[in-house]
């Protein structure tokens, strides 16, 4: 991530001040922030600082007023950013920091706040934070977690009785207020724990760890930071870009069927593509597009078709099922409506029925009986697809635009779908190169792998459903033989090959 900040902070910087969009104005912001932390401890050399920290503590740091600026200049520069940049070269490495995290005896659940330090001030609260951030971006994210979950606790218990934010923040602390501290506490919260859950290798005993953390458990923490987002900020869209994230790991690890996890992912997504137009956030304009152009390619849009026999005659018909929600609530909701789409009054009329009888069965909304077939979009995917391919381009022009392709688990499946249904044509958007900068190749594919890519079926609520990826692309999945063939037929023959090679490549 450093090396591609290199490249981008000389271009973002050059992109004249009438020019610059509002994600690149916070950009540039954030790169002068990070010059004046670093021209402030330019005389200090890596061995003097190698001395300071011998038996320095948190209170000698936060008695250092000029310490406490930089570290509330830090914070601002990852809020500012969304913490996509980092410091360049070994600057900040000169700054001091606390070993907090090898003080805290255990990671305690996130649902079970309890304060293992002392009391924290405002100023510590800052000073720790900032030490938090840091170890994130070093890939410390234990450590890292285990300091925020420490905040956490302070904050939950402490705040108005020893923490007072409006009281205890002065000059020093580069004007932040104790919302700021509160949302970036959530923010590098939600991202340590998801770098745990994706990356197992951080989640086993270490010095900052003491036993193996469970999915569950970086679930759960995600989840509380997430909403703190929302709660803190609603006109952020970093809170429902986490949640939409979580529904989608929920298919795997909670036991939702697919089509429920589609749709609460596509209903934050949609919610994180407002909030970006408002703020014109161009990153998250983008990435939440993709993100949901893939939802409704999963079938979260809800749009189920299938044919009624109605005087006789075989009638297409379609009906809008709202597959987040549980069947139950749908009965005990007074003003609940079906949203049917048919052009003959007899048939929107049948189709309430048996919409309306499929209920009192009490069928799940997301269980697809024989005939019936969940259908895609295929406007609206393209409409998102272009909108963020527009909000790319602007990335593009200062040379932040392959971070979208590194977050988002849709880029592949979303331009593939439309290549091969609406005979887009993919161009220079049909893969996202970086000079083999950035970012790995083993980021989450999502979960298209849980789903028959035809027919829709999943092993969850599907009983006999055993799903088999492609054996040459190992990209996507099938019910049966005769759902392979289909799709073999419809488009998968011309893509498969291609898919194969791409499978593994740098992002």
């Known amino acids: 991530m450093t090396y591609a900040v290199d490249q981008c902070r000389p271009k973002c910087n050059a992109v004249p001040a009438s020019e ?82 090898a003080k805290i005896p255990t990671l305690h659940p996130i649902s079970e706040p309890i ?43 402490g705040e ?29 919260g939600v991202k340590s724990a998801r770098a745990m859950y994706r990356n197992r290798d951080q989640r086993q005993p270490s010095p900052w760890l003491k036993k193996t953390t469970s999915s569950a458990f970086l679930l759960d923490s995600m989840e509380i930071f997430a909403n703190m987002l929302v709660k803190l900020r609603p006109e952020s869209p970093m809170g429902y870009w986490n949640l939409g994230y979580l529904a989608h790991e929920s298919v795997a690890k909670r036991n939702w069927h697919g089509l429920r996890g589609a749709a609460e992912c596509l209903i934050q997504m949609k919610k994180c593509m407002e909030a970006a137009d408002a703020i014109d956030d161009d990153f998250m304009k983008a990435a939440a597009r993709i993100e949901a152009a893939l939802c409704l390619c999963l079938g979260g849009e809800g749009m189920v078709g299938y044919t009624l026999q109605v005087g006789g005659v075989k009638s297409s018909t379609q009906v809008r099922r709202k597959f987040h929600i549980p069947i139950e609530e749908q009965l005990a909701d007074p003003h609940f409506h079906f949203q049917t789409y048919a052009e003959d009054p007899r048939v929107q009329e049948a189709t309430i029925r048996k919409e309306t009888e499929r209920m009192k069965r009490a069928v799940p909304q997301t269980t697809l009986e024989p005939g019936e077939t969940v259908l895609v979009p295929r406007w609206t995917v393209l409409r998102f697809w272009n909108e963020a391919m527009e909000a790319y381009d602007s990335l593009e ?111």
């Open 115 to 157: 304060v293992q330090l002392a009391r924290l001030g405002a100023k510590e609260f800052v000073v720790l934070l900032a030490n938090a951030m840091y170890l994130q971006m070093r890939k410390q994210d234990a450590a890292s977690l285990i300091v925020v979950h420490e905040l956490y606790a302070q904050l939950i218990h």
């Open 397 to 507: 022009t200062w040379g932040h635009h392959f971070f979208v392709y590194g977050e988002v688990m849709g880029w592949d499946s979303v331009s593939n779908y439309l290549h091969s249904t609406a005979h887009y044509e993919q161009g220079r958007y049909g893969e996202c190169l970086n000079d083999g900068q950035g970012f790995p190749g083993d980021r989450d594919r999502g979960f298209e792998t849980s789903l028959c890519y035809v027919c829709r079926k999943s092993e969850t609520d599907d009983e006999g459903c055993k799903l088999q990826k492609c054996a040459r692309c190992k990209q996507v999945t099938y019910c049966s033989r005769e759902c392979q063939l289909k799709d073999w037929e419809s488009g998968h023959k011309k893509l498969c090959k291609s898919l194969a090679k791409d499978k593994g490549r740098h992002m």
């Open 160 to 188: 108005n009785k020893w923490l007072h934010f409006s009281e205890q923040l002065d000059d020093t602390t580069s004007s932040l207020t104790g919302l700021d501290c509160k949302f970036a506490m959530a923010t590098v």
């Open 20 to 101: 610059r969009t509002e994600t690149c104005k916070r950009f540039v912001r954030a790169f002068q922030l990070q010059d004046e932390i670093c021209a402030s401890i330019a005389h200090l050399t890596v061995e003097e600082v190698a001395i300071q920290r011998k038996g320095v503590t948190l209170q000698d740091l936060v008695a250092d007023d000029s310490y406490v600026k930089n570290c509330s200049k830090y914070i601002l520069c990852n809020e500012l950013t969304n913490s996509r940049i980092g410091f360049v070269g070994n600057d900040i490495v000169k700054l001091s920091r606390p070993e907090v995290a």
